[in-house]
């Protein structure tokens, strides 16, 4: 009936079709207040080796984006469930090629600093405070739609010449000593900032 429209939850159109990951941003308390901890990641990995991110994955179907945080947390930083003072759920990220990544923050109880060595070359944390009194730098690409060969373009007014509409992508740096952390770790951070006190 045409009233149980009104009772559904919306749902993004295509959302079934987004590659989902989890993070977590993980809390460290320390004698100067909070810090974060930054993975860096293995070279043996074939996505983005070398790169600083939180630790996360890919979410498996029979589990939800809390699950895979949890999960993956555990996993890089061998670490048991009872080691993480889950928060709750950040705002998410969802970027233009359908790559959504569901935030997590969580506090790290009794880690000593270990790691698998598969996936993590190393780990690092920097002050929250850094991030609450320092904005990162903000660059921008732009985004273009590009119609494949076989594209009808005798089908939509302008064939060739139609104007497809263009964007901006903003692109986030932190620099914090000899350390780069960009992309889609700084942004989701930035934008989650004000819910990390």
Not at 9 to 38: C, T
Not at 82 to 108: M, T, V
Not at 128 to 137: M, R
């Amino acid at each position: 009936a045409a009233s149980d429209v009104y009772k559904r939850q919306p749902k993004r159109i295509e959302q079934e079709k987004d590659k989902v990951s989890a993070v977590m941003i993980p809390l460290i308390k320390k004698n100067d207040g909070y810090h974060i901890l930054f993975e860096v990641r293995s070279n043996k990995l074939s996505q983005q080796p070398g790169e600083i991110c939180f630790p996360g994955g890919r979410r498996e179907h029979d589990e939800t984006s809390m699950e895979t945080s949890i999960r993956e947390t555990c996993e890089e930083l061998l670490i048991s469930e009872s080691n993480i003072k889950l928060y709750g759920p950040l705002d998410y990220f969802l970027s233009p090629a359908g790559l959504r990544i569901d935030p997590y923050l969580g506090e790290l109880v009794n880690y000593d600093g270990q790691y698998s060595n598969d996936e993590v070359s190393e780990i690092f944390t920097v002050p929250l405070a850094f991030f609450q009194n320092t904005p990162p730098k903000c660059y921008y690409n732009k985004v273009t739609m590009y119609p494949t060969d076989n594209f009808p373009f005798d089908k939509v007014p302008g064939g060739k010449e139609y104007p497809w509409a263009r964007g901006e992508y903003e692109v986030l740096f932190y620099e914090y000593d000899d350390r780069i952390i960009w992309g889609l770790t700084a942004k989701i951070l930035y934008y989650n900032l004000k819910m990390i006190q």
